[in-house]
């Protein structure tokens, strides 16, 4: 069962507790059958279903005496319970700035590892380590070619060598170039072989005792399924694994036994692989996950990409214009470069509560980041007084920017009134941020009256898009959880949103 449809027979086994207002023992058992033989038909093991259900059940017998909303109290409790199984008492290695973090990759031969290498170090260059690759497999003809072609489409720098056949010693030379060059993270690629035999695990011993990583990294492809249990204890009991990096969940993978195999491994699951290209690649985060399973939304992992691509200049300046209820040109733009760097809009959309039921229609996705570029290459052609408000942009103007952007005029008019819209809902949010008691705190004071004002300046019916009214609550809940939101969230100077 791919994960789609394993997100779409949870939310069903949840939903048959609202069946009655009373949850009894025959419907709790209705729901964790429809709840275990949907996780078995998703590869998850056996032994991990048990144990989910025994607890669901413990917690139901616990709760009997208590008052309160027990159905909720059981439909928490499963969401608790998928969470705990993708999550590891072991907590991830944590990069040290300022001294070299050697992580080594292992994992059968096709797992993805080479792929992998160079996204997690694109990951990191990113965010502003200097990076270095070290190809120590030897074993398969071209993978010296490949871990360089990759390399250099990211600009990441690399080492290896076409002549050198034995692996522990490029390894070892490898780490010792990086570590005198002074490089943070140095990343090892090691050989895989079509199963796991003798061979590979004495040369992945040997590498990891010449170059003793601060991580070792094991990649598993999800495409194998029930195997993944095995397979995770395997290689569990030959290196000391620290991390899990899941590949080829692309969204119609089959993902159960993968990550649930984090149990094998007993160690953390931190990032997934979610196609061939080099930014198709998600931190983990079990949480996150599986609120995105259940179609709950992800607004901490929404606001974590919106961190990572937007600086931190650039979201204050925004929060500040628009709790004035500013919006420019300019601000449209680097909305939309921002955008853009998120990556694919579905995948975004997704992590909006609400959003991911809607489905975008199919190839809308590919038409709206289209039109984005096409109005940012528009915006680029526009000067900086235009950009910025300072000069009415006319009907002589208009020609101008079109010609110099390769653009028609309509294309022009349609960025302008698509502006316009977007200026006029900043325009009201900022009345609304500014309003009564200076900041968004009001919405806890008279919660019903600030939605129904919020209401009435979103776009006809996107308020139920976003999941209705209590769905909102919660997000502007999580919203204000959230550190670094405050800029957004306080109106008057020196003033913090209550928690
Ligand atoms: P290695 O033998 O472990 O080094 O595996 P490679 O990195 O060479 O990858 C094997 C194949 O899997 C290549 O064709 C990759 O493009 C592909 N691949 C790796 N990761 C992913 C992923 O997350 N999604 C998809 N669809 N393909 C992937
Ligand atoms: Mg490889």
């Known amino acids: 069962m791919v994960l789609q449809e394993l997100g779409q027979k949870i939310k069903d086994a949840l939903n048959k507790l609202n069946k009655s207002d009373n949850i009894d023992q025959k419907l709790l058992k209705e729901m964790l059958t429809t709840l275990s033989i949907a996780l078995i038909k998703s590869d998850v093991n056996l032994h991990l279903v048990k144990k989910l259900t025994s607890n669901i059940q413990s917690k139901f017998d616990e709760i009997q005496e208590e008052t309160g909303n027990k159905k909720l109290m059981i439909q928490k409790a499963v969401v608790k319970e998928l969470q705990n199984m993708l999550t590891s008492k072991k907590k991830a290695y944590v990069m040290v700035r300022g001294k070299p973090n050697v992580v080594m990759f292992v994992g059968l031969q096709g797992s993805g590892k080479t792929t992998t290498c160079t996204k997690y170090a694109n990951f990191y260059q990113k965010k502003g380590w200097k990076v270095g690759l070290v190809c120590a497999d030897t074993f398969r003809a071209g993978a010296f070619d490949q871990l360089k072609q ?53 040369e992945m011993k040997q590498v990891s005792a010449a170059t003793s990583p601060d991580d070792i990294i094991f990649v598993m492809d999800s495409h194998i399924g029930q195997a993944c249990h095995a397979q995770a204890e395997a290689f569990k009991k030959t290196v000391d694994i620290g991390s899990v990096i899941i590949t080829k969940l692309d969204g119609h993978a089959k993902g159960g036994g993968a990550l649930s195999a984090v149990a094998a491994t007993e160690s953390p699951i931190i990032f997934i692989g979610t196609g061939e290209h080099f930014e198709d690649f998600e931190q983990f985060n ?22 990572e691509v937007v600086s931190k200049e650039n ?133 019903n009256q600030f939605m129904s004002k919020l209401n009435g300046m979103l776009p006809q019916g996107m308020l139920e898009q976003l999941g209705g009214t209590g769905n909102l609550m919660n997000m502007m809940k999580e919203f204000q959880s959230l550190e670094g939101m405050s800029g957004l969230m306080k109106g008057g100077k020196g003033r913090k949103g209550k928690k």
């Open 150 to 202: 990759n390399a250099t489409k990211c600009r990441i720098p690399f080492y290896g060598s076409y002549t050198e056949m034995d692996p522990v010693k490029i390894a070892e030379e490898g780490v010792s170039y990086f570590k005198k060059l002074k490089y943070e993270i140095i990343i090892v690629d090691t050989s895989g072989r079509h199963k796991q035999e003798d061979a590979l695990f004495e």
């Open 286 to 307: 079990p949480e996150s996950f599986i609120k995105r399973l259940l179609g709950m939304g992800d607004i901490k992992g929404l606001f974590e990409k919106v961190q």
């Open 315 to 447: 979201q204050e300046k925004l929060a500040k214009n628009i709790s004035k209820g500013i919006f420019s040109l300019r601000d449209m733009r680097d909305q939309y470069t921002s955008v853009m760097k998120m990556g694919p809009l579905d995948k975004v959309m997704n992590m909006i509560p609400g959003m991911s039921n809607m489905m975008l229609p199919e190839g809308s996705e590919k038409e709206a980041s289209k039109k984005m570029k096409r109005f940012l290459c528009i915006m680029d052609s526009m000067t900086d007084g235009e950009l910025d408000g300072k000069q009415k942009i006319d009907e002589g103007r208009i020609k101008r920017i079109a010609r110099g952007s390769g653009a028609l005029i309509v294309e022009v008019n349609l960025l302008l009134d698509e502006y316009k819209r977007f200026q006029k809902i900043v325009g009201k949010m900022g009345s609304l941020v500014k309003g009564k008691g200076g900041d968004l705190t009001q919405m806890q004071r008279n919660p």
